[in-house]
T-cell receptor
Framework: GQQVMQIPQYQHVQEGEDFTTYCNSS?????IQWYKQRPGGHPVFLIQ?????EVKKQKRLTFQFGEAKKNSSLHITATQTTDVGTYFC????????????FGQGTRLTINP | DGGITQSPKYLFRKEGQNVTLSCEQN?????MYWYRQDPGQGLRLIYY???????QKGDIAEGYSVSREKKESFPLTVTSAQKNPTAFYLC?????????????FGPGTRLTVL
C-alpha cells in the first residue's frame, strides 16, 4: 500500500535557527496536507498543497510540493519557541479517497 | 461554537472491560475518523465513516468497534479483545465531499488500562 515517509524523525535546534522537514510518498499524490501537533495537544491543520511545484507561505513557514507530486517540504525560518511540536504530512490513500495516510511526523524541539 | 468534542479527556479501565469513547461534531461534516497515537508515534487509522450508517475498517481495526447512527456522532468501543489498548485516541472529521479534504481533530481521549 501507499507509504508516506518523513525525515528527520527528530530535530533539535537553537532558537533562531532554521528548520526543515521532508515528506516523501511512494505514489503520486493529488494533494498533500500538513498538520502541527503541540506537546499534549491534537493535530491542527496547517495547509493543503494541490498543484505541482506549488509553494505557499504562512509568515515564517514555507511549504513546497514537488514537481512530481510525490514529495513535499516544510521550512521554518528563524524558529521560535512557539514552533515546538510535531509536524505531520499526509496525503490521500488514493485519488478521490477521504482516507489520509499520515507520515510518522518530525518532532521539533527548541533550545531557547 | 463549531467543533469536535471528545469525552472523557482521561479514562482508566480495568483489563478485560469494554469501554466506549465519545466523539461528537457540529460542523455538519459527512466523514469521521478514529485514530490511535502511541507515545512518539504517528497516527494510525482505526475506523472511518464517510456517511451515516456506513463505516470501513482502517489499518488497525482489530479489537475495536464503531457505529454511525447519526451524522454528528461516531463512538468508538475498545473491546477486551484489544491486546494493548493504552494509547491516545483522536477523533477527526472532514467535509467529505471532495478529494481528501482537511481533517479537524478533537482534543483526544487518553485511555489507560490498569
Amino acid at each position: 500500500g501507499q507509504q508516506v515517509m518523513q525525515i528527520p524523525q527528530y530535530q533539535h535546534v537553537q532558537e533562531g535557527e532554521d528548520f526543515t522537514t521532508y515528506c516523501n510518498s511512494s505514489t503520486t499524490l493529488s494533494n498533500i496536507q500538513w498538520y502541527k501537533q503541540r506537546p499534549g495537544g491534537h493535530p491542527v491543520f496547517l495547509i493543503q498543497l494541490v498543484k505541482s511545484g506549488e509553494v505557499k507561505k504562512q509568515k515564517r513557514l514555507t511549504f513546497q510540493f514537488g514537481e512530481a507530486k510525490k514529495n513535499s517540504s516544510l521550512h521554518i525560518t528563524a524558529t521560535q519557541t512557539t514552533d515546538v511540536g510535531t509536524y505531520f504530512c499526509a496525503g490521500p490513500e488514493i485519488q478521490g479517497a477521504q482516507k489520509l495516510v499520515f507520515g510518522q511526523g518530525t518532532r521539533l524541539t527548541i533550545n531557547p | 461554537d463549531g467543533g469536535i468534542t471528545q469525552s472523557p479527556k482521561y479514562l482508566f479501565r480495568k483489563e478485560g472491560q469494554n469501554v466506549t469513547l465519545s466523539c461528537e461534531q457540529n460542523l455538519n461534516h459527512d466523514a469521521m475518523y478514529w485514530y490511535r497515537q502511541d507515545p512518539g508515534q504517528g497516527l494510525r487509522l482505526i475506523y472511518y465513516s464517510q456517511i451515516v450508517n456506513d463505516f470501513q475498517k482502517g489499518d488497525i481495526a482489530e479489537g475495536y468497534s464503531v457505529s454511525r447512527e447519526k451524522k454528528e456522532s461516531f463512538p468508538l468501543t475498545v473491546t477486551s479483545a484489544q491486546k494493548n489498548p493504552t494509547a491516545f485516541y483522536l477523533c477527526a472529521s472532514s467535509i467529505g465531499d471532495r478529494d481528501a479534504s482537511e481533517q479537524f481533530f478533537g482534543p483526544g481521549t487518553r485511555l489507560t488500562v490498569l
